[in-house]
């Protein structure tokens, strides 16, 4: 049945990943602040490598239990999770995910061992019958929405300017915008630092936080596509996650649509608090094509000759 269905398949499964090496504790090395976002780079391309594009297969948690690192998966296509087995069948994602731990760490070698669950059943034992592997992770419906440290992990990872050179077929543009901020690594703490600053068309700005000024000009000149610019802010911030926009375009339609526009960013720009900083604001307003007002909002003004 799931063959000839034409919706894509969800399912879940937990990958289990275990130095052999006495030094190396994963889940140690997960849980510092400063190797927190290597080790989580690494995974992230392995999985890119085993599926063949960033979005092949998403991770929704990360466990520590000694000596596991844990990773929950889940998949939303058929063809990526078939993709996946193999590459794990293989041992490709085993090589790829040392390879990967091995630059981001800079250590000489990170041996690994795997092994593959999807609810009670051990995949590892049925590997073979890729069907079977299949119905089982399919089976398996995913039971939370992505963690929100995933989630500042992934925007961490979006907003760096990778100096490494990967040995994988991904192209660099399709792991974080061509316009990215610099960011440090954190010093402490599991929540992630804002970039210091961005690149905007060339120029650096300081990541400061989103002011008044800022918030009503971005009301009064966004218009209808404030929706949109909603919807870019929601991928990284839980309090704009359906059905919240909706909600703000029907409570606040007699006001019209400044008042609109003004109560989706003062709901992102409270849920936020210190993260709410322009850089994110404006890399919104350039995924939906606004960049003039980016610039209004940066106070980036050309010179222009007027015949």
Not at 154 to 180: C, G, M, R, W, Y
Request: hydrophobic share 35%; glycine share 4%.
């Amino acid at each position: 049945k799931m063959a000839g269905s034409s919706t894509p398949c969800v399912g879940s499964a937990y990958l289990f990943l275990q130095s052999t090496c006495k030094t190396i504790v994963l889940p140690s090395l997960y849980e510092s602040s400063s190797k927190k976002p290597n080790v989580f780079m690494a995974l992230k391309l392995a999985l890119a490598d085993s599926t063949g594009s960033m979005n092949g297969v998403d991770m929704l948690k990360v466990h520590c239990s000694h000596p596991h690192l844990i990773v929950q998966l889940k998949f939303c296509k058929r063809e990526n999770c078939r993709r996946f087995l193999q590459s794990y069948r293989e041992g490709a994602l085993q090589k790829s995910l040392q390879s990967h731990l091995q630059l981001s760490l800079a250590m000489t070698m990170v041996p690994l061992e795997m092994q593959l669950k999807a609810g009670s059943e051990h995949l590892d034992k049925m590997l073979r019958d890729e069907d079977r592997c299949l119905e089982c992770i399919f089976r398996e419906k995913p039971d939370r929405l992505r963690d929100e440290e995933i989630t500042e992990l992934e925007e961490h990872l979006k907003n760096l300017t990778l100096h490494q050179s990967f040995n994988n077929n991904i192209a660099v543009k399709d792991f974080a915008p061509l316009k990215s901020p610099s960011l440090p690594h954190p010093s402490q703490g599991s929540s992630l630092p804002p970039p210091v600053t961005f690149i905007f068309q060339g120029q650096q700005f300081d990541n400061r936080k989103i002011t008044p000024d800022d918030h009503q000009k971005f009301a009064k000149l966004v218009s209808r596509k404030w929706k949109q610019v909603g919807r870019s802010l929601q991928k990284s911030c839980r309090a704009l996650r359906d059905p919240v926009i909706d909600n703000l375009t029907l409570e606040y339609e007699r006001e019209g649509l400044y008042e609109q526009a003004y109560q989706m960013l003062l709901k992102f720009i409270e849920s936020e608090g210190k993260k709410a900083t322009i850089a994110r604001l404006i890399a919104a307003l350039e995924e939906n094509g606004l960049i003039s007002l980016a610039e209004e909002l940066l106070g980036v003004h050309y010179n222009e000759d007027c015949s």
